[in-house]
Every structure is written in structure tokens, then in C-alpha cells.
């Protein structure tokens, strides 16, 4: 039995979001020299191969870890996340680290918004107020009316709105299937999806970019066992509000490595969708334990 603590299920959750930045700032160094597509077929060929590791490490192996009655709408889920990943990577090599965390972190809200449609959640005015705060924000970090709007903004909602749908899919499928089942069906559905539209785009890669290949791959496996392990130790209303540290410190690899800024109206606009996010977070929470709407 492993024993629960929250406190420290958030250090670990705080030190998920470090590896986790440290990968997203690896991928914008490598997608500035390789195709995207490329890049994020090879780190799911090692997502796949961890995947399979840890389920011949469970009871009923491989075999009980595929078993699913969903297998379509498992499937459709691995693929999704490697389309977004691909676009939240492509998104970085657009607007940057700084930007893109500050737009991804409306898929909260997004979530929440979402929640009614797909899965027949019902969320209170309380929390439909925070999302439209949030929105508020996103919409002072776009600043469309200084005249510099960059459409290419709009990438890293869309890479959001794809985050969402997969988070609530992921709660759907949770009806049925184990956090085991859902788990390699991520990781081998999207290893195969990548391959068929990554391999055409292979180039070959210079002598020192296997070394930051070789890290991606190890960030993005460390980040998932990390993951895994803070669920596994503490409730996940407890340490899903610190999952915004990885915007502080995606952020702060943008700025210090690749020479980014931050704006003004991004850190008030960041702020702005932080606080509605927690709060619809804290909400949620405060309605699951009433049993009622919030």
C-alpha cells in the first residue's frame, strides 16, 4: 500500500512541471532545425517503448493492459495528443515558450467549458464567471488592438482546445478503463500515428542533436513516471493547482535560452487565466464534495 501525502505529491507534481518545461524547451531548440513532425516521432518512440515497459511490469502484462472495450475512442485519444503535442511544438517555434504557456493555460477552462457537451457536467455560473474572466486574459495577451497582433498566436489555443478535448476523453474512457489501460494506449496509439506522418518528413540530424534528442526523450519518459507517481501519492485536487508552475518555469527557460520577453499584458493576462483556473480547480473540488453544482 503506498502510503498518501499530499505534501508530497505536490513537490513531486512541482518537480513534474521542471522536467516537463525542461522537454518543451528542448523541442523548440530541436524543431528550429528539424521538422516538427520529426522530432515528435522520435520522443514518442521512446514514450511508446517506456509505456510497454511499465505495463510487462503489472500484473497481466502487456495483454491486460491493451484489454479495452473502447478501443476506437482509445485510439482516437493516443492520436490526438500527438497532433497536439505537434502543434503545441510548432507553436513554440512561433511565438516562443513565453507566449504559448500563457495562451496553453486556458485548457482549464477549456476543460470546464467543454465538460457540459462531452461528458454531461454541469458547470454553475460561478465557474462559467471564471471562465469568461479567463478569456478576458487571454484576450489582453493578444492585445489585438495594439496594432502587433501575430496571428500565429491563435496556434497555442488551438494546441489548448485539443489539450482539453483529450483531458475530457481521457475522463470518458475512465469510466470504463484503468489509468493502466488508458496509459499505453496513449503512448502506443500515438507512437504509431506519428510514425506514419513522421517518417516522410525524416532528415538526417547532425552528430551533437542526438545528445538533445537523447534528453527529450528521457525528460518526456522522467515527466510521465513522475506524473504517475504524484496521483499515485496524493489527491489530484491537491496538487493540480501547483501544475501551473510549469508555465513559471517554461517561461523562465524562454526568456533565459532563447531571449524571449515578457510583456506587460502577457504577465497581467497570464495572472488573469492563473486565478480563474484555480478557482474553477477549487470549485470543482467544493462541488464534489457537496454533490451538487457549483
Known amino acids: 500500500m ?16 521542471l522536467v516537463f518545461s525542461a522537454q518543451d524547451g528542448i523541442s523548440r531548440h530541436l524543431a528550429e532545425s528539424y521538422n516538427t513532425l520529426m522530432v515528435v516521432m522520435i520522443r514518442y518512440w521512446f514514450f511508446a517503448a517506456f509505456v510497454i515497459l511499465i505495463s510487462t511490469r503489472k500484473a497481466g502484462g502487456v495483454r491486460a493492459a491493451a484489454a479495452t472495450s473502447q478501443p476506437w475512442l482509445q485510439g482516437f485519444r493516443g492520436v490526438l495528443l500527438a497532433l497536439e503535442i505537434c502543434v503545441a511544438v510548432y507553436g513554440f517555434t512561433l511565438v516562443g515558450l513565453v507566449e504559448s504557456h500563457a495562451i496553453f493555460a486556458t485548457y482549464p477552462l477549456l476543460i470546464t467549458a467543454l465538460a457540459g457537451p462531452v461528458l454531461g457536467e454541469v458547470a454553475g455560473w460561478r465557474r462559467w464567471l471564471a471562465i469568461l474572466v479567463g478569456f478576458a486574459g487571454m484576450v489582453i495577451i493578444l492585445d489585438p488592438g495594439s496594432g502587433v497582433f501575430k496571428p500565429a498566436a491563435v496556434v497555442p489555443f488551438v494546441s489548448a482546445l485539443m489539450f482539453a478535448l483529450y483531458g475530457l476523453l ?5 469510466r470504463r478503463d484503468s489509468a493502466a489501460t488508458s496509459f499505453f494506449w496513449t503512448g502506443t496509439t500515438g507512437a504509431v500515428a506519428m510514425t506514419v506522418i513522421g517518417l516522410p518528413a525524416w532528415t538526417p540530424m547532425q552528430g551533437t542533436d542526438w545528445l538533445w534528442i537523447s534528453a ?33 518555469f517554461a517561461s523562465t527557460i524562454g526568456i533565459l535560452l532563447f531571449g524571449e520577453t515578457l510583456r506587460t499584458n502577457v504577465a497581467v493576462g497570464t495572472a488573469i487565466i492563473v486565478a480563474a483556473g484555480i478557482f474553477t480547480l477549487w470549485r470543482a473540488h467544493v462541488r464534489a464534495r457537496r454533490g451538487g453544482r457549483s
Open 2 to 17: 503506498i502510503e498518501q501525502s499530499n505534501r508530497r505529491g505536490i513537490v513531486l507534481m512541482i518537480l513534474t512541471t
Open 216 to 248: 527529450l526523450c528521457v525528460t518526456g519518459a522522467t515527466g510521465h513516471w513522475l506524473l504517475i507517481k504524484t496521483y499515485e501519492v496524493a489527491e489530484a485536487s491537491a496538487v493540480q493547482p501547483f501544475a501551473y508552475f510549469q508555465l513559471v
Open 170 to 174: 481521457t475522463r470518458y474512457a475512465a
